[in-house]
């Protein structure tokens, strides 16, 4: 039982939190209220399932919000630019993707520390954020563009299919395949790893690889849900993806954790941010509040390996 | 476990929110750019206080000058069921996809201090034009309606350059004893305030007056009024009241300056909102008024 309660923690504090918040406001537990949370998290849901391999193979990613404007701005600065939309979109992936791999070659074969070069990487791609749109939002494309961030398919916003998809597939990559087993065995002991004759460099770029690209998936739908680039988009959504990946279970020694805590994480902090504003708390507050959450959850997991 | 106790931590903020406030009256949402902003916070006070006055239920909410952060607090008063909301955009265009969801749901919308690139009910924003004609009628009463005048526009094509601008030649081609010996762009920028000001005073003697679009501008051409040693010999007027301005009027190298007045703007945005939920007939856009600040 205690076991159970364990390994389930997060879904049930989340759990928790939803039945209380019915309780204090009824527009809490609509349906247009619940899609809303999946929508509000599937941005920085998508940057939290590679945030979880990279944490996994006992890495950190500073960049990704710097990533996400870049690739953002990339793409708007394409279409506004007469480029495609299909081919914009590309270019932009391609750009989010490349720096990811950048990442990834910096600190596994010039063995720089990660937390170094993904900082480095956070300033860079923010000041080519700068340098690309001159400090000004980017806009006036094609309406078409709008439906990867704001279309629907039934009442389901495609945001949230495309986090939907994302989770599947980062279930499957790390539980199912032979990469997914050597992320978890480079972060639970890379030494082990490299002996058992794991490229453990290899599976360390593909991570940052595949963390700068679905940066510059949410970079897209941003930019489209906004129908504009901002130059200051994504400022601090690092510590979010972070925090969605550390409360859901993931340890930032690496090596253990699931995407479904992922998950679960990603949507305690939208539920508590929803639910910090229907009930009209100033935004002072709820910075606090989120700290706090943060604070406790690593607290008493870090508590409870102690001993 | 872990998170059962982090729950009461956020429990414990949401109850004492919830409690706040549950009278029968119109709610309304304002979305505020930035509470980072002294100029941002005197507005939501503003707001505030006319909330309380009118008994309205006034949410405030901050998006810390990210428009995703906003959009996402807009969505969430829409869902709240707002009767109302007010918005301070980071940014017009990324605002209207927001706007369009609270259209859908038949909620009006006011703009405050910056428009949004889509209709809104309501506009409230300081009238510039107004603050042009202030200035000017300022500086011909201290130059007895005679002198040799330097205007410094700010950025080409902005509205606060072109409105600002408007004001005050239209106040200053009535009077037949001043002059506009030059206009010059120096685009709201102190650097470029000093250096188009230095090439001016090259270009130009006997010069009485210097009008600057905003007040970053004017202490740059102070800056360069000081260096040729004729602090005494020419006034300047800026815009804005910013710190800088204020400090520099005190020290009277500054003559004067125009400030916007973001409580004013704060209380009229809750004003204006109970009229149009009493179905009364609103302006679509209400100008707030400027304020002349000398010595």
Same mark, same amino acid.
């Given at each position: ?63 990704? @919000? ?5 690739? #953002? ?30 990442? #990834? ?28 749109? #001159?400090?000004?939002? *980017? ?21 949230? *299919? ?7 597939? @980062? ?85 253990? @954790? ?32 989120? @700290? ?16 | ?9 956020? =429990? ?9 406030? !549950? ?35 006034? %949410?405030?909410? &901050? ?5 995703? %952060?906003? =959009? ?18 980071? &940014?017009?265009? !990324?605002? +209207? ?5 609270? &259209? ?24 510039? +034009? ?8 300022? =500086? ?17 094509? %902005? ?22 010996? !030059? ?47 004729? %602090? ?32 004013? =703007? ?21 100008? +707030? ?7």
């Amino acid at each position: 039982m205690l076991q159970f309660l364990d390994k389930f923690k997060a879904g049930i504090g989340l759990l928790a939190m939803v039945i209380v918040m019915s309780f204090l406001s009824d527009r809490f537990l609509t349906l247009p209220n619940m899609l809303n949370i999946f929508r509000q998290v599937s941005i920085m849901g998508i940057m939290a399932v590679g945030m979880t391999m990279v944490i996994l193979a006992q890495g950190i990613d500073l960049s990704v @919000g710097s990533i996400l404007a870049l690739s #953002g701005a990339v793409t708007a600065g394409m279409m506004a630019g007469d480029t495609s939309m299909v081919l914009s979109v590309l270019i932009g992936l391609a750009v989010g993707t490349g720096l990811g791999l950048f990442n #990834g070659l910096m600190i596994s074969k010039a063995k720089l520390p990660d937390f170094i070069v993904t900082l480095a990487m956070m300033s860079i791609a923010r000041g080519l954020v700068l340098v690309y749109t #001159g400090g000004r939002p *980017i806009s006036g494309f094609d309406p078409a563009f709008r439906t990867i961030g704001g279309g629907r398919v039934g009442m389901v916003p495609i945001p949230v *299919i495309i986090f939907a998809v994302i989770l599947v597939i @980062g279930y499957l990559v790390l539980n199912k395949t032979t990469f997914g087993r050597y992320i978890y065995a480079v972060g639970g002991n890379q030494q082990a790893a490299r002996l058992a004759g794991i490229n453990t460099d290899s599976i360390k770029i593909k991570v940052y690889a595949i963390s700068g690209f679905l940066s510059a998936v949410s970079g897209v739908i941003l930019t489209s849900r906004l129908n504009s680039a901002q130059p200051t988009a994504g400022v601090a959504y690092e510590l979010d993806v972070i925090a969605m990946v550390v409360l859901g279970g993931t340890s930032l020694v690496g090596g253990k @954790g699931t995407i479904g805590g992922t998950l679960i994480g990603a949507l305690i902090i939208g539920v508590l941010n929803n639910s910090l504003n229907l009930l009209g708390v100033a935004s002072f507050y709820q910075e606090v509040a989120k @700290g706090l959450v943060i604070l406790v959850a690593v607290l008493l997991d870090s508590l409870q390996h102690r001993d | 476990m872990k998170k059962l106790v982090a729950l009461v931590v956020v =429990m414990s903020f949401m109850l004492v929110a919830g409690f706040a406030g !549950a009278a029968e009256a119109y709610d309304v949402g304002l979305a505020i750019s930035t509470l980072d902003n002294p100029f941002f916070v005197d507005l939501a006070d503003g707001a505030e206080e006319a909330a309380e006055e009118l008994g309205v239920n006034l %949410t405030v909410v &901050d998006a810390g000058d990210d428009a995703a %952060t906003q =959009m996402s607090s807009v969505e969430d008063l829409v869902i709240q069921g707002m009767d109302l909301i007010a918005i301070n955009p980071v &940014d017009g265009d !990324a605002i +209207v996809p927001a706007i369009e969801e609270a &259209d859908m749901m038949n909620i009006p919308v006011i703009t405050v201090d910056r428009g949004a690139e889509t209709d809104v009910a309501v506009h409230i924003a300081s009238d510039n +034009v107004e603050g042009g004609r202030m200035a000017a009628e300022y =500086m011909a009463e201290m130059l007895n309606n005679e002198g040799r005048v330097i205007e410094l526009e700010g950025i080409p094509g %902005t509205s606060a350059a072109r409105e600002r601008g408007e004001g005050f030649n239209e106040v200053m081609d009535e009077i037949e004893g001043i002059e506009i010996i !030059a206009r010059q762009p120096a685009d709201f920028n102190r650097a470029q305030g000093m250096s188009v000001m230095e090439d001016l005073l090259e270009a130009h003697e006997n010069i009485d007056a210097v009008f600057a679009h905003n007040d970053e501008m004017a202490l740059g051409a102070i800056e360069a009024i000081d260096a040729a040693g004729l %602090t005494d010999e020419i006034m300047v007027v800026g815009f804005d009241a910013i710190g800088d301005a204020l400090t520099a009027i005190e020290e009277g190298t500054l003559a004067a300056t125009i400030a916007q007045q973001p409580h004013e =703007m704060g209380r009229l945005t809750i004003e204006m909102a109970v009229q149009l939920l009493d179905g009364e007939e609103v302006d679509e856009f209400v100008p +707030v008024p400027l304020e002349l600040i000398t010595q």
